[in-house]
């Protein structure tokens, strides 16, 4: 069995408002077994406040909003999925390769779980899904991508019971 190292943690967010650990540790791994990732990879997951993560959206986004979820994908996949990334570069110091980083907006996880009338964990679970997808390389930029990516959400949602 591949190991694969998923580090969340929390910065700033009030406890009331903190996410399941477990869950994001949980989802990130079911898509790299649903994506068949074959080679141990890390994936690093900050849960921070509304404030940090609209400095971060406006920062390599441009945009000055407080939004769910940024992911920060680093490496390239071409066309998205696991097959596709052909130079792999493991960290030298851990042997792993690194996914990338999601940063997750806890209040909104909360006031979107509320609106959507889902569970907390159900919504953290989806962005978490969303998220390390973005890590592989899918996107929802094109009505025919979107599908794709919906699809494996979905079907990664089902697999965790959710």
Known sequence: MIKHKVVARHSGVEA???????????????????????????????????????ELNLEFRGIYSATDVLSFPMQEFSPPGWASLEHKEPDPDTGMLPLGEIVISAPNVGRQAREFGVSLDQETAYLTVHSALHLLGYDHMDDEDKKEMRAREKAIMREIGF
């Open 16 to 54: 009331s408002d903190r996410l399941s650990v477990q869950m994001i540790k949980m989802c990130v791994g079911a898509v790299l077994r649903y994506e068949e990732v074959d080679e141990p990879c890390e994936v690093s997951v900050f849960v921070t406040d509304d404030h940090k993560i609209r």
